[in-house]
């Protein structure tokens, strides 16, 4: 069996939509892929309490506890480890991760975010993008690199944004967005259709087109 291993820092909302599309795509049967664990460094988050109700075992690894970034990651790491993961994806982790770290799982690690990278990297995406007056945003799923939210881009899914359109309203829109993109991006990867070649992402099965989706 292969194993996920899910990183979280808060709500996890993208954490329910892996787990939804593990249940109802029977990832366990079709891909041999579960969700084995899912760690957070925030004992608060709500994705603990989500992981738990689908039976998924949940550790807390506060970062607070620690005196450096290297020491966390290295606890974290050996964290990961036991659960020897065919694939590491960071839903919604509020934190930096060091070089080590990323190159200990190179071409494992994805991340979301939510914007069209390379635009809007960092935090307050939503706001930033309609302070901008962007007519089109959205969310990408990346391998992981050094650089924050960098990386070669697997698939991004945009919408176009209404005229007017708050922050918040946008983010909601976007979020349906993440939900829909990111189990189908781990699925991509778990059936070999999608991975990473040196710096590139290379897809076989996969007809590039198919790696925007566009909102109606
Ligand atoms: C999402 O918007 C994701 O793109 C970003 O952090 C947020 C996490 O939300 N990296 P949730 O915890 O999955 O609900």
Not at 74 to 101: K, N, Q
Not at 106 to 113: D, K, V, W
Not at 177 to 186: A, F, T
């Amino acid at each position: 069996m292969k194993n996920i291993v899910c990183l979280i820092s808060g709500r996890g909302s993208n954490l329910e939509a892996i787990l939804r599309a593990e249940r109802e795509q029977q990832w366990a049967a079709q891909l041999g892929a579960r969700v084995s664990a899912v760690i957070s460094n925030r004992s608060q988050a709500g994705g603990l309490a989500i992981a738990a109700s689908h039976g998924v075992e949940t550790h807390v690894l506060a970062h607070s506890a620690f005196a450096s970034r290297e020491a966390f990651d290295a606890d974290l790491a050996a964290l990961i480890d036991r659960h020897d993961p065919a694939l590491v994806v960071l839903a919604g982790f509020m934190r930096v991760l060091t070089p080590a770290f990323v190159a200990r799982y190179q071409g494992r690690l994805i991340n979301i975010h939510p914007s069209l990278l390379p635009a809007f990297t960092g935090l307050h995406t939503h706001e930033r993008a309609t302070e901008m007056g962007v007519r089109v945003h959205g969310t990408t799923v990346h391998f992981v690199t050094g650089e924050l939210d960098a990386g070669p881009i697997i698939a991004q899914a945009a919408l176009a944004v209404r005229p007017g359109e708050s922050a918040d309203a946008l983010a909601a829109r976007v979020l349906t967005l993440e939900h829909e993109l990111l189990p189908r991006c781990i699925r991509w990867i778990l059936e070999g259709s999608v991975g990473l070649e040196g710096q590139k992402v290379i897809s076989t099965r996969i007809d590039p087109a198919l790696l925007l989706r566009v909102a109606a």
